[in-house]
């Protein structure tokens, strides 16, 4: 479970209020105040969920930093935010679990601060793996990690890290390589890397104690993003950590953008057209059973004139998340535009079809939204077709026919046109429930 909740540890109210607001607006977090060490004790003691804490280090009841061992000896993920920058307190405090010391001089050091509880969440989904042939070292880097809430694996050569990347693909986000390695070095290791995945969708760190000239330039032209001398500070080891995977966050909303439906998350109208026909050629080149299928809201203009498009778009989000739970790993799903939603899959017989309409037929219509003014339920009919045609737009044409057939029918129902037979089947929902949109 991700965490939700922050607790702030400041005694000025300003401070406190300033990032209270910003946590909650821009990231949605629920924010606990405590404006002394006895406060802040009290929350840890009753606290059911994890949390991050926020601490100042000149509270009342606890002017030279003693709020810091409190919480980091717990392994509660720490960061300090105060008004004076000493050095020597810094590297205590660092070297003693916290994840940061940010001073609180600028607007800059606030939005600084709210970034760095982002990536921290982030971070708690988010898996990197450690290569490195010395053992120490790999736990070392391995434990900076884990304070920076991430998931780590750990691998003690390039083979055994190719076997690791091989299970794990895109779920690691981040690599991490020491150069001198036994059986495979670390630029090979990221030749391999590179050979599957760009710098768009792993990030590579490279490692080294060399003194080697111009290996900062070989890690780089071989494909890692980045390059760290050890040893390192532990501080700077993070930030080039956040940086690389901000970045990554940041190209890949750039992607989502341009494929995917900004209400819903689903494929948009532009990626469902460009990947649809690949599935049919493929389909029709392998002799795999295909299925253009389209789906629509009954009634949908009644819940916008009802309930107005705040309501319609609630909708539109549940349905989505409806049809998600319903995919298999070959389906391609996409909204493309307004109530309208189409699905290409290769999986399923027609009495899989059939049984696999009916069941969710069924989840749509006994689903309940919550919306503002009240709970409704929808329904929403199918149209589906097997022919297996050399283009898309035909069979998706084809699958519309079917779809209106079951409006006419009376909704709540969906119609399957296939192969040898003049009738198209009709399935009915299981559990027939009136749709409740107005």
Do not use: W
Not at 164 to 170: A, D, F, R, T
Not at 213 to 241: H, M, Q, S, Y
Not at 338 to 355: N, Q, V, W, Y
């Amino acid at each position: 479970m991700i965490m939700k909740n922050v607790l702030v540890v400041e005694d000025t109210h300003f401070f406190a209020s300033i990032i209270k607001t910003k946590l909650e607006k821009e990231l949605g977090l629920k924010v606990h105040i405590a404006a002394d060490m006895k406060a802040a004790m009290a929350y840890a003691d009753r606290a059911c969920d994890d949390y991050i804490a926020l601490l100042d280090l000149n509270l009342p009841d606890a002017p030279k930093g003693e709020i810091v061992p409190y919480f980091t000896e717990r392994k509660i993920p720490s960061i300090v935010f105060t008004g004076t920058y000493d050095e020597e307190k810094r590297q205590h405090i660092l070297n003693n679990g916290a994840i940061d010391y940010i001073v609180k001089d600028s607007p800059a050091s606030f939005d600084y601060l709210i970034s760095l509880v982002g990536r921290l969440i982030k971070n708690m989904r988010t898996k990197v793996m450690v290569v490195d042939d010395s053992r120490v070292s790999r736990h070392f880097i391995g434990d900076i990690l884990r304070r920076f809430q991430l998931t780590v694996v750990e691998a003690k050569n390039g083979n055994e890290a190719i076997e690791i990347l091989k299970q794990e693909g895109e779920n690691l986000k981040l690599i991490i390589t020491d150069y001198a390695m036994p059986e495979m070095d670390g630029f090979e290791l990221i030749k391999r890397i590179r050979g599957k995945y760009n710098k768009d969708t792993i990030a590579i760190i490279g490692l080294s104690a060399s003194d080697e000239k111009g290996i900062t330039a070989k890690f780089i032209k071989n494909g890692a993003n980045d390059f760290l001398k050890k040893p390192f500070e532990t501080e700077e080891f993070l930030v080039r950590i956040q940086q690389n995977l901000d970045q990554l966050d940041n190209i890949e909303e750039l992607r989502n953008a341009a494929t995917k439906d900004f209400l819903t998350g689903l494929y948009n109208r532009r990626y469902f057209f460009e990947n649809a026909q690949v599935t049919l050629d493929h389909a029709i080149k392998k002799n795999l059973p295909i299925s253009a299928i389209m789906f629509d809201i009954d009634k949908f203009k009644d819940v916008n004139d009802t309930y107005g498009h705040e309501g319609g778009d609630i909708v539109l989000k549940h349905f989505a998340k409806l049809l998600s739970k319903h995919l298999v790993d070959s389906d391609l799903l996409a909204r493309l535009g307004g109530e309208e939603f189409a699905l290409i899959t290769t999986d399923g017989s027609l009495d899989e079809l059939k049984r696999r309409t009916a069941k969710l037929l069924k989840l749509i219509s006994t689903s309940k939204i919550k919306l503002p003014q009240k709970v409704i339920s929808i329904t929403s009919s199918i149209g589906i077709s097997m022919l297996k045609q050399e283009r898309i737009d035909d069979m998706l044409i084809a699958a519309d026919d079917m779809l209106y057939k079951a409006k006419e029918e009376g909704r709540n129902r969906g119609y399957i046109l296939y192969d040898d037979y003049d009738e198209p089947a009709c399935v009915l929902n299981e559990a027939p429930v009136k749709a409740k949109a107005s």
